[in-house]
């Protein structure tokens, strides 16, 4: 869906009134209460970061639950597009999968934990599709009680599951990346939320080179611009305004204290096509799918600057039937491609893409606002 209609902006009204009066807090005019009136002036020079942690796990958690959503999404289209409507409206409609993406995550502390959580709020995905590994299973009550798997086996996970989450610290990659590597399969991704290590050294740990990894542009510049820290995660992904600064292709990055890096958006979309081919789908049904998950094209609202088969590959075979070459994700993450290229220069496809963007999070949103979670 492109576009926001003149109802759902009421929807969104509306839940922001409710927001402000759940979330009222009592001490806000008590200034002796909060938590900056013990700093001195030294220490106050450091509220940016706080600012900037939260931030950017904002932004770790929404471009997780976007990709998520994507994926999901596109394992339902093999069979949809054989449909003469390929797709309809579908904003307000419980997303009901007949071949789900499932999704594990190795290490459930701050980060996992974090992530499983909007995964579950916003992701639009069964909890039974998650799968959780961690060392103290006993803790995740709360997420076992609600249907997601979760244990102590990371080789039982990284067996089930179509997408990895590896939220351990950088210290413990090597550990868990001997012990998973030999049960991954080529269509099987990795997703790394540890920053310090390149996709490169990823690439090597684990032995395949589908990695993905979120990422964030920090600007001395923009240091000081306005960030509400005070807002749990899953609430800040519940603003448009903020979810939307999270974007690839984002339209205010000059404004963000925070941003995301254009290619991490273009991982993205070769992320798609990869398993579009491991799902046996051809070239000119990838890339509709493509179109119709990533940039929210519908029968009534095509896409006009569309991507084509020579933005992906030298080789412009007319066989739409034969699947694309499998894409090496951490090459694509070091370099501009064409099909990244393409997609920054147009206007309609950024535009398309962000509306999209917002749309993995504003289901929940409309659901919250009639009062239906």
Not at 89 to 109: A, E, M, N, S, Y
Not at 290 to 306: N, Q
């Amino acid at each position: 869906m492109r576009g926001v209609h003149r109802y759902n902006m009421a929807l969104l009204t509306r839940l922001s009134a409710k927001n402000d009066d759940a979330n009222t807090d009592i001490t806000r005019n008590l200034h002796t209460l909060q938590f900056e009136s013990a700093l001195s002036e030294e220490e106050r020079k450091l509220l940016v970061l706080r600012a900037r942690s939260h931030a950017i796990a904002v932004s770790l958690c929404a471009q997780a639950t976007y990709f998520v959503d994507i994926l999901n999404e596109g394992r339902q289209m093999k069979n949809q597009l054989k449909s003469p409507h390929k797709r309809s409206t579908r904003i307000l409609q419980d997303f009901h999968c007949k071949d789900p993406l499932l999704v594990g995550i190795i290490g459930c502390g701050h980060v996992g934990s974090q992530i499983a959580h909007c995964l579950l709020t916003y992701g639009r995905m069964n909890p039974s599709d998650l799968h959780i590994s961690t060392r103290r299973p006993e803790t995740l009550e709360y997420l076992a009680s609600r249907g997601t798997e979760c244990y102590n086996n990371n080789v039982k996970l990284a067996s089930s599951v179509h997408l990895v989450f590896v939220c351990v610290l950088p210290s413990q990659l090597s550990d868990v990346a001997e012990e998973v590597k030999e049960y991954l399969t080529s269509s099987s991704i990795i997703y790394c939320t540890a920053s310090s290590v390149s996709t490169r050294k990823l690439k090597q740990l684990f032995g395949i080179d589908n990695i993905v990894k979120p990422e964030c542009d920090i600007k001395a510049e923009n240091c000081e611009k306005p960030w509400d820290y005070s807002v749990n995660i899953n609430t800040a992904l519940g603003i448009k305004e903020t979810v939307e600064t999270t974007s690839p292709f984002a339209f205010n990055k000059t404004d963000c204290i925070v941003s995301t890096p254009a290619h991490v958006g273009g991982v993205m979309v070769y992320a798609f096509l990869n398993m579009c081919s491991s799902l046996g789908m051809g070239r000119q049904d990838s890339l509709d799918a493509l179109h119709l998950v990533l940039f929210g094209e519908t029968d009534k609202e095509p896409i006009d600057d569309r991507l084509r088969v020579e933005h992906f590959t030298k080789k412009s075979d007319e066989d739409g039937d034969k699947v694309f070459p499998r894409f090496d994700l951490v090459k694509i993450s070091e370099n501009t491609t064409v099909a990244l290229k393409k997609i920054v220069e147009s206007e309609e496809l950024k535009h398309a893409f962000a509306s999209r963007y917002w749309e993995a999070f504003e289901q929940y949103v409309h659901l919250k606002a009639y009062g239906q979670v």
